[in-house]
């Protein structure tokens, strides 16, 4: 107070002053206090914790976990919101919990948990460029799938089953239940290739390209298309199971319904 009177000619009680080591830490300081206070209101209380939240204020992680026994929900998911910001965790809203964390690491330093915010954010970065690359590849592959001159070929679609692209397979199956009978020429079941394509294809993850590729098998003459039905069959979704059924009564009539059925 004297240094401001002398040297700053203002005039403050020893009471109304704050020495700190800058302009954060008195920042820090000053919503702590608020924090702290009595008349401060649950609103008040929800905004401080966001701000608390967005400075990665490490130091603030105590008052924190107490907002957790908050008996209003929203200082209690302000103080949650703000503790897993902080932390990078994601342990449930349990004070018991978030002090045994900062057991742990009350020792660190803020430009410690910056360090670890960073190699955070590189490693999210790095997977959302792998996510983009992939999903190029993904749109360049169905682009020259759906534009090439054999679009329609059945050879050309049984290949494209076995991208590593969800949405191509998906594009491949749909063409091929889709595709007329006078499309499919030659194409038989008694070839093994052609076996091992549809039947790796009812291992698809996806329900669609399953459904789709019992729809297209069934319509093939062959050798294996009995095992490429059982194979349907035996899957745990239904709707494929109801596509195998419907497919085989499409293709051989509804007595070869009744004896699945049966």
Request: charged share 30%; net charge negative.
């Amino acid at each position: 107070a004297d240094k401001l009177r002398r040297e700053n000619g203002l005039d403050y009680d020893p009471s109304q002053v704050v020495v700190t080591c800058g302009g954060k830490h008195g920042l820090f300081e000053a919503m702590m206090a608020l924090v702290r206070r009595d008349n401060t209101t649950p609103q008040q209380r929800q905004l401080l914790f966001g701000a608390l939240g967005q400075a990665l204020a490490i130091r603030a992680t105590p008052v924190l976990i107490e907002g957790l026994r908050s008996e209003d929900e929203g200082t209690r998911t302000a103080a949650w919101n703000a503790l897993r910001a902080i932390s990078l965790r994601s342990f449930p809203p349990d004070p018991q919990r978030w002090e045994q964390w900062w057991e742990t690491n009350a020792h660190r330093s803020r430009e410690e948990l910056l360090e670890e915010h960073l190699e955070a954010r590189s490693r999210e970065l790095a997977d959302r460029s792998r996510e983009l690359s992939a999903l190029k590849d993904q749109y360049a592959e169905l682009m020259a799938l759906a534009g090439s001159g054999d679009a329609e070929a059945p050879q050309r679609l049984l290949e494209a089953l076995g991208s590593p692209h969800a949405a191509v397979r998906q594009f491949a199956s749909f063409r091929l239940a889709a595709m007329d009978a006078s499309r499919l020429g030659a194409l038989t079941l008694d070839d093994r290739a052609t076996y091992d394509t549809l039947r790796a294809a009812l291992k698809d993850a996806s329900e669609v390209v399953r459904r789709n590729v019992i729809r297209f098998a069934v319509r093939l003459r062959g050798a294996y298309r009995d095992e490429l039905v059982r194979a349907a069959l035996s899957d745990d979704d239904p709707q494929v199971l109801m596509a195998a059924i419907e497919a085989v009564a499409a293709a051989t009539g509804p007595d070869a319904v009744e004896r699945l059925q049966e």
